[in-house]
C-alpha cells in the first residue's frame, strides 16, 4: 500500500491559465474522488469515478471543469481559464467499492493559487 | 441530503485533559459516520468508522466515538491528549456510493 500520491503538491498560476492535476490511488481500490477545501472549510465533494465511468458530478463543478479517468487507473482534474476563486486545496480520494461505504484514502492534495 | 455540523470551530485544551469534539450529522437513512484528522498540508486520515452495531467505537491513537442516533450526534472523544493531537478533525457522513460530505472541522490546540 503506498498511498494515495498526487501531483503537483503547489501550483501557482495567473489568472486565465489551464492547469492538471493528477492523482494515483491505492492499485486495487476502483473509487476515485476529487475534493476541494478551502481555508477555514471542510473538503467538498466534486466528482466521484468508479473504475474508468464518472457517475456523479457536484453542481460546484463549473463546466470549467473536466476529469478523466482513463483505464481505471490514475485520474486528471483540469480546470480551464482559471479564477481567482479557484483557489484552494484540491484532494484526491480512493477507497474499495465492496459492502457499506468504505473510508476513503486521501492524497496530500494539490494547493492551487491563482495570482 | 446528507449535512454536518460541527458547532465547536476552535478548542484548547491542556495536555493530559479530556477532549470531546461534536458532530451531529442528517441523513436520511443509516449513517455511516466517520472522523478523519488533517495535520497542516497535509491530507486527511482516518481515526476511526462507524458503520453499525456497537455505538462506542475504537480508533486509532486512544481516540473513541459514540454514535446516538437520537440526538444524530457522532461526538469523538479522548481521555487524554497529548501535544501531538493538535491538528483539524472532520466528521463526515457517506452515502451508499461512498460519497462522503464533511463538517467544516475543528482546530485543537493543546497547551502545554
Known amino acids: 500500500d503506498t498511498g494515495v500520491s498526487q501531483d503537483p503538491r503547489h501550483k501557482i498560476t495567473k489568472r486565465g491559465q489551464n492547469v492538471t492535476f493528477r492523482c494515483d490511488p491505492i492499485s486495487e481500490h476502483n473509487r476515485l474522488y476529487w475534493y476541494r477545501q478551502t481555508l477555514g472549510q471542510g473538503p467538498e465533494f466534486l466528482t466521484y469515478?468508479?473504475?474508468?465511468?464518472?457517475?456523479?458530478k457536484s453542481r460546484l463543478l463549473s463546466d470549467r471543469f473536466s476529469a478523466e479517468r482513463p483505464k481505471g487507473s490514475f485520474s486528471t482534474l483540469e480546470i480551464q481559464r482559471t479564477e481567482q476563486g479557484d483557489s484552494a486545496m484540491y484532494l484526491c480520494a480512493s477507497s474499495t467499492a465492496t459492502g457499506p461505504p468504505q473510508p476513503q484514502h486521501f492524497g496530500d492534495g494539490t494547493r492551487l493559487s491563482i495570482l | 441530503a446528507q449535512s454536518v455540523t460541527q458547532p465547536d470551530i476552535h478548542i484548547t485544551v491542556s495536555e493530559g485533559a479530556s477532549l470531546e469534539l461534536r458532530c451531529n450529522y442528517s441523513y436520511g437513512a443509516t449513517p455511516y459516520l466517520f472522523w478523519y484528522v488533517q495535520s497542516p498540508g497535509q491530507g486527511l486520515q482516518l481515526l476511526l468508522k462507524?458503520?453499525?452495531?456497537?455505538?462506542l467505537v475504537q480508533g486509532i491513537k486512544g481516540f473513541e466515538a459514540e454514535f446516538k442516533r437520537s440526538q444524530s450526534s457522532f461526538n469523538l472523544r479522548k481521555p487524554s491528549v497529548h501535544w501531538s493531537d493538535a491538528a483539524e478533525y472532520f466528521c463526515?457522513?457517506?452515502?451508499?456510493?461512498?460519497?462522503?460530505?464533511f463538517g467544516d472541522g475543528t482546530t485543537l490546540t493543546v497547551k502545554p
Open positions: 469515478f468508479q473504475n474508468e465511468a464518472q457517475l456523479e
Open positions: 462507524y458503520f453499525s452495531g456497537d455505538t
Open positions: 463526515a457522513v457517506a452515502g451508499n456510493a461512498g460519497k462522503s460530505t
